[in-house]
């Protein structure tokens, strides 16, 4: 049995938007995959290349909306404004022995929104 965990996709999830609640507003998110940048490198009388961490990709986080929000637009509609979302979903997936019966999600994902 592996404790590997992947989730991406939630729904009935409690949003925050710079700490006010916008509870039943949001009907799914998708979580954003992490992915590591790796560089390419050739010292000076090394007979091949090596690999090296140098950061991480892009990560793009999506909502989706159940109707539209006056107060959800204002905070997207100024693209240099960082918002600070807070996630927070119940347990999801029941079932014997999955192990996933007991836990929560909680994230905190900051960035700039933006239209789909």
């Not at 949003?15 to 992490?34: C, H, I, Q, W």
């Not at 999801?92 to 929104?113: C, S, W």
Request: aromatic content about 6%; hydrophobic content about 40%.
């Amino acid at each position: 049995m592996s404790n590997k965990i992947a989730i991406n996709h939630l729904t009935n999830v409690n949003l925050y938007m710079d700490g006010k609640s916008l509870l039943g507003r949001a009907e799914e998110l998708e979580l954003p995959t992490v992915k590591h940048k790796m560089t390419e490198h050739k010292a000076l009388g090394m007979v091949g290349t090596a690999e090296f961490f140098s950061g991480v990709e892009k990560m793009e986080c999506k909502i989706k909306w159940a109707s539209f929000y006056s107060e959800v637009l204002r905070e997207a509609a100024n693209p240099f404004k960082t918002v600070r979302n807070l996630h927070r979903a119940g347990p999801h997936g029941r079932g014997a022995g999955d192990g996933l019966a007991d836990r929560r999600l909680q994230g905190l994902p900051a960035g700039v929104l933006q239209a789909a």
